[in-house]
Antibody
Framework: QVQLKESGPGLVQPSQTLSLTCTVS????????VHWVRQPPGKGLEWVGA???????DYNSALKSRLSISRDTSKSQVFLKMNSLQTEDTAIYFC????????????WGQGVMVTVSS | NIVMTQSPKSMSISVGDRVTMNCKAS??????IAWYQQKPGQSPKLLIY???NRYNGVPDRFTGSGYGTDFTLTINSVQAEDAAFYYC?????????FGSGTKLEIK
């Protein structure tokens, strides 16, 4: 069955780089896109960015200068890297699958909490 | 950039009542809207896609409608387990912007 699981450090220092991994199973990254969505504590959902089945990427314009999304299809993993972290980047980070050709998010990971603090 | 505005921010409803919440897009998104339900400590769950299509296993008391810029999620005969946050999202094209959410409380 389709599953996604996020992993990464729970605590990152300000100005440092965040590295997260989304490990997927039950579907192929070469025929599905994976997106990242984040949620600051007590706040709403924010679309972060995506890597499409062909390998191209799309980013939230507000984060684009600090953000990179990549993948390793052989390991069924998608990576998020965000640099120059600030306290406002403290959030739960979710990875989610976008159903091919339909454009909605049908499966979600459980999320990983990332705190930016010294 | 497209902005999705949800209203109201919160509402308190009794079991068995009907509830309607709104989502307004800042530009024409045709029917490219999804609705998600999120309960505390959980990931969002897809309810409705393409404005009015119920996702697999979603109870038929959930109904979506609208086209263009104005969209509505209606829950008929609200149940206690419907207490949650509800988010609309522009889908199919980037950016996949979310609305700010509506909190549904059950009295």
């Amino acid at each position: 069955q389709v599953q996604l699981k996020e992993s990464g450090p729970g605590l990152v220092q300000p100005s440092q780089t965040l590295s997260l991994t989304c490990t997927v199973s039950g579907f192929s990254l070469t025929s599905n896109s994976v997106h990242w969505v984040r949620q600051p504590p007590g706040k709403g959902l924010e679309w972060v960015g995506a890597i499409w089945s062909g390998g191209s990427t799309d980013y939230n314009s507000a984060l684009k200068s600090r953000l990179s999304i990549s993948r390793d299809t052989s390991k069924s993993q998608v990576f998020l890297k965000m640099n120059s972290l600030q306290t406002e980047d403290t959030a739960i980070y979710f990875c989610t699958r976008c159903r091919p050709l339909q454009g909605f998010f049908d499966y979600w990971g459980q999320g990983v909490m990332v705190t930016v603090s010294s | 950039n497209i902005v999705m505005t949800q209203s109201p921010k919160s509402m308190s409803i009794s079991v068995g009542d009907r509830v309607t919440m709104n989502c307004k897009a800042s530009q024409n998104v045709y029917n490219n809207i999804a609705w998600y339900q999120q309960k505390p400590g959980q990931s969002p769950k897809l309810l409705i896609y393409y404005a009015s299509n119920r996702y697999n296993g979603v109870p038929d008391r959930f109904t979506g409608s609208g086209y263009g810029t104005d969209f509505t999620l209606t829950i008929n005969s609200v149940q206690a387990e419907d207490a949650a946050f509800y988010y609309c999202q522009r889908i199919y094209n980037s950016p996949f912007t979310f609305g700010s959410g509506t909190k549904l409380e059950i009295k």
